[in-house]
Every structure is written in structure tokens, then in C-alpha cells.
């Protein structure tokens, strides 16, 4: 796992040929609500390391903090981040780059700026889907396909009763 500065994670997006997803034209977007109970969010990060990644490096870049500030555990956070050896505070070095095999690391930080309130981005090497994530407690997955999309809607998307009943949603 690498840390990097917010211009080092701009070169890692453009050395890909690639812009933050959002800004892309035309793309698809499915968004999911963060579950009500906090503890759901740990299997959202899992899934998310875990499926979206594809076996892949991935950027976790936090560009929002500090909204709010009774959410925040910088404790935990940094006491996470020193376990890597980095001493730097998160708006000097605000990437995570999580190599292919550290995909229970990226579920942890995710997890932990997810509780806290944070917001920003996921951005996959495998570049099928990328996601934001907003400090205003929902996810917006990014796709250029609705198919990329569709797995994202049927395990994090709200679930529909069905004829036996409700079913149990993953969030």
C-alpha cells in the first residue's frame, strides 16, 4: 500500500488515460443509500474491495472531510495509517493506493472514512466501474455499461418484497 499526495493520484488517474468519473459524459450511475445501521457498512467496503475491484489496484482518494466533525474518529484513522509507516496527515497525502492483493486493506480504510463521514472517490484498475462516495451517506457507482451496473443493483440496491414475504436487504 502507497500513499499519495493529491497530484500523485492525478497522475496515477491521467497515466491511465482516465478523468474521475463523474466528469464523464453520458456515463451510468447507480447510487446506494447507506444502510441505516453502521455496522451494514462494513459489508458494503467488504464488496466493494472485494467484487469491484476485480483482483485489482485500487485509488481510494478522500476529498471530503471535515464536514462532519462529531463523526470523526482522526484517531483511529491515523492509528490505521501509521500501521503502513506513514506519519502524514490525510490533506498532505489524501490517495491510497492498494495493490491487488490488499483488498482487506482498502475494505478497512473504506470502512473507517465511510463511518467518519468522509468522501471520495474508488477508482478501479479494472476500470468497469468506479464509485464516489459522499459524506451525505450514499454511493454513486460509475458505469459506461448498465451490465457493470447490475451486479452493484442486486447486492447493495434495495430489495423488493417478494411473494413469500421481504426479503433481506444487504444494506
Given at each position: 500500500m502507497r500513499f499519495y499526495?493529491?497530484?500523485?493520484?492525478?497522475?496515477?488517474l491521467s497515466g491511465r488515460g482516465r478523468i474521475k468519473p463523474d466528469l464523464i459524459p453520458g456515463v451510468r450511475v447507480e447510487r446506494?443509500?447507506?444502510?441505516?445501521?453502521?455496522?451494514?457498512l462494513f459489508f458494503i467496503a467488504h464488496w466493494v474491495a472485494t467484487t469491484?475491484?476485480?483482483?485489482?489496484?485500487?485509488?481510494?482518494?478522500?476529498t471530503e472531510w471535515g464536514i462532519w466533525g462529531s463523526?470523526?474518529?482522526?484517531?483511529?484513522?491515523?492509528k490505521l495509517?501509521?500501521?503502513y509507516g506513514d506519519q502524514r496527515?490525510?490533506?498532505?497525502?489524501?490517495?491510497?493506493?492498494?495493490?491487488?492483493?490488499?483488498?482487506?486493506?482498502?475494505?478497512?480504510f473504506l470502512e473507517v472514512a465511510m463511518l467518519n463521514g468522509w468522501g471520495g472517490y474508488i477508482l478501479t484498475g479494472a476500470n468497469y466501474?468506479?464509485?464516489?462516495?459522499?459524506h451525505d451517506?450514499?454511493?454513486d457507482f460509475f458505469g459506461d455499461k448498465n451490465a457493470n451496473l447490475t451486479e452493484i443493483r442486486e447486492e447493495l440496491g434495495p430489495k423488493q418484497p417478494t411473494a413469500n414475504g421481504p426479503t433481506r436487504s444487504n444494506s
Amino acid at each position: 500500500m502507497r500513499f499519495y499526495t493529491q497530484e500523485e493520484s492525478e497522475s496515477w488517474l491521467s497515466g491511465r488515460g482516465r478523468i474521475k468519473p463523474d466528469l464523464i459524459p453520458g456515463v451510468r450511475v447507480e447510487r446506494i443509500v447507506y444502510p441505516p445501521n453502521a455496522h451494514r457498512l462494513f459489508f458494503i467496503a467488504h464488496w466493494v474491495a472485494t467484487t469491484l475491484t476485480y483482483g485489482q489496484s485500487a485509488l481510494l482518494l478522500i476529498t471530503e472531510w471535515g464536514i462532519w466533525g462529531s463523526s470523526e474518529n482522526w484517531h483511529l484513522y491515523y492509528k490505521l495509517r501509521q500501521t503502513y509507516g506513514d506519519q502524514r496527515l490525510l490533506h498532505e497525502a489524501p490517495g491510497h493506493l492498494f495493490l491487488e492483493y490488499e483488498a482487506e486493506d482498502l475494505a478497512s480504510f473504506l470502512e473507517v472514512a465511510m463511518l467518519n463521514g468522509w468522501g471520495g472517490y474508488i477508482l478501479t484498475g479494472a476500470n468497469y466501474v468506479n464509485a464516489f462516495f459522499s459524506h451525505d451517506e450514499y454511493i454513486d457507482f460509475f458505469g459506461d455499461k448498465n451490465a457493470n451496473l447490475t451486479e452493484i443493483r442486486e447486492e447493495l440496491g434495495p430489495k423488493q418484497p417478494t411473494a413469500n414475504g421481504p426479503t433481506r436487504s444487504n444494506s
